[in-house]
């Protein structure tokens, strides 16, 4: 506030001098939060892109994908659970799959429907024109092993094809569809 002279107010010093402080406070906050995502980005995440029509209806050739590499350091990968992983024939390369069986499941599929122990697997996320009619196992999936499939059973290299995925070959669960926009959701 000006007085008559033209002299300010010792009155509003200290408020705009608190201002100040508390502004600069929250760009540092702020520099310090966008510093912290870009070094721990890389490291919990990964960013990807579809390629293929493996996972169709659910993903599509050539959409976004983040994938959370901590969100199996703390519980194992799920029945129904969309991972990245590793190849198990070329582990440099990348692969988009559900999860469809874990370790100790009893698995068989009959002209085209998955059963576990025995009972129908709900995978009402594959388009009936999806579906092929082969035949596989029955097999018991192997302590620390999955059994993975896309969901385009007639257009899919998976497990049926070359065998159960080491636990370890699993990067991380796709979290959320980014790309493209019009199409963003979360798994």
Do not use: C
């Not at 980005?41 to 892109?49: E, G, K, L, M, T």
């Amino acid at each position: 506030m000006a007085t008559a002279t033209g002299v300010q107010s010792k009155r509003t010093r200290p408020r705009r001098r608190g201002l100040t402080i508390l502004a600069s406070a929250l760009l540092a906050a702020l520099a310090a939060g966008f510093l912290f995502l870009a070094v721990s980005f890389p490291i919990v995440f990964r960013v990807a892109r579809i390629e293929g029509h493996a996972m169709s209806p659910t993903l599509q050739d050539q959409d976004r994908i983040i994938v959370n590499k901590l969100a199996y350091s703390t519980k194992p990968p799920q029945r129904g659970d969309i991972v990245m992983m590793h190849y198990p024939r070329e582990p440099s390369r990348l692969f988009v799959k559900r999860v469809i069986a874990q370790s100790g499941d009893r698995l068989q599929i009959r002209r085209g429907r998955v059963f576990l122990d025995d009972r129908p697997l709900d995978d009402s996320y594959v388009l009936p024109t999806s579906r092929d009619v082969a035949n596989w196992g029955p097999g018991v999936v192997p302590d620390g092993y999955y059994f993975v499939m896309g969901d385009m059973r007639n257009n899919s290299s998976d497990s049926r094809h070359w065998g159960f995925v080491p636990a370890g070959y699993i990067l991380g669960r796709v979290t959320l569809r980014w790309w493209p926009l019009a199409d963003a959701r979360g798994f």
